[in-house]
């Protein structure tokens, strides 16, 4: 069963905050405290949420045109930091939704330690449902990947059906 | 001499029908490709979903949204998603599938990085600072 440190859940949700608020010293300050062990699960805690993220906004599995209109507005709307399309496009199609490696993804070392930080944590305050602040959108992403570890494959079909029967119900 | 007549008549046919098996293995590859090629090229061109920018959030209120203090980590209340509060804590991390592939050096990497990013933007808006208040003097 799948678990979260809470640990390093708080050191992820921290950097994030400081990602979000573009303290890039503050963040680089924590990044140096927490460690190389920390780091590495703050990073892939950054690659689950922002692969939910990414499948919550395109309501399924992300196609190519949803990625690259997803790495367009990030792109375009964040004025913080300075990211560019090409780069989230390359993170969220190669390495969170592709599963490959963040170097082999991003190009080099310099890119994969710091952009999954930096665009995962625009993606969640840019894609947050309505009403929820971004950090309650993580608690939700949280709980329900925690969820989804515990569950057989086989309810996908039930789950998406029951899905659609509430949007259908929304719409009548 | 009939029986070597047949036999040679025989591996003919049989050598023809393999080169036609052959041929027809060879279309249908081609025609899969065909096919595969055609549906990524529908995938590459089709548009995005429209919930996508129906779920941007921003305008007016963005800087104060983004400087509000965020609170920690709260496990669900509904009975719905208690399993999942039910395995924080333990050894398994749901990111280990990404995280294996994250070598321990990132961390230095990173507040490397990013330190020399914060002290460039720093000197940039000292500088945009000076510029203005050296126009604003003159």
Not at chain 1, 46 to 55: D, F, I, K, Q, S
Not at chain 1, 95 to 113: C, I, T
Not at chain 2, 49 to 54: E, H, K, N, P, Q
Request: aromatic share 6%; net charge negative.
């Amino acid at each position: 069963m799948g678990s979260i440190n809470p640990k390093v859940e708080q050191a992820t949700r921290d950097m994030l905050g400081q990602a979000i608020r573009g303290d890039l010293e503050d963040l680089a300050a924590l990044i140096k405290s927490v460690g190389g062990e920390a780091y590495r699960q703050v990073l892939g805690l950054c690659l689950t949420a922002a692969a939910y993220v990414a499948v919550d906004v395109s309501s399924g599995w992300p196609t190519e045109a949803d990625v690259r209109e997803i790495a367009r507005i990030i792109a375009e709307r964040e004025k913080l930091i300075d990211l560019s399309q090409a780069d989230v496009d390359a993170y969220l199609s190669d390495a969170v939704l592709g599963f490959r490696p963040l170097e082999e993804a991003l190009g080099d070392a310099e890119k994969a330690a710091t952009l999954p930080l930096l665009i995962t944590g625009s993606m969640l305050f840019r894609f947050r449902p309505e009403g929820l602040t971004w950090w309650e959108y993580l608690d939700q992403i949280w709980n329900a990947s925690l969820t989804a570890e515990t569950l057989d494959l086989s309810v996908i079909p039930a789950l998406l059906i029951r899905a659609r029967r509430a949007k259908q119900t929304r719409t009548d | 001499m009939e029986k070597a007549r047949f036999a040679a008549w025989a591996k003919e046919m049989t050598n023809r029908e393999d080169s036609r098996a052959a041929r027809e293995e060879a279309r249908a590859k081609r025609e899969e490709a065909l096919t595969d090629r055609i549906a990524e090229l529908e995938r590459r061109t089709e548009r995005p979903s429209g919930a996508i920018t129906a779920r941007e959030r921003g305008g007016a209120n963005e800087a104060t949204e983004r400087a509000r203090p965020e609170h920690g980590w709260r496990l669900p209340a509904d009975t719905s998603l208690a399993l999942g509060a039910a395995s924080v804590g333990g050894a398994a991390s749901i990111a280990a599938e990404y995280a294996r592939y994250i070598p321990q050096t990132y961390a230095t990497i990173g507040a490397t990085v990013l330190a020399v990013g914060a002290a460039g933007v720093a000197w940039w808006r000292e500088r945009r600072k000076a510029e203005a208040d050296g126009e604003h003097q003159s």
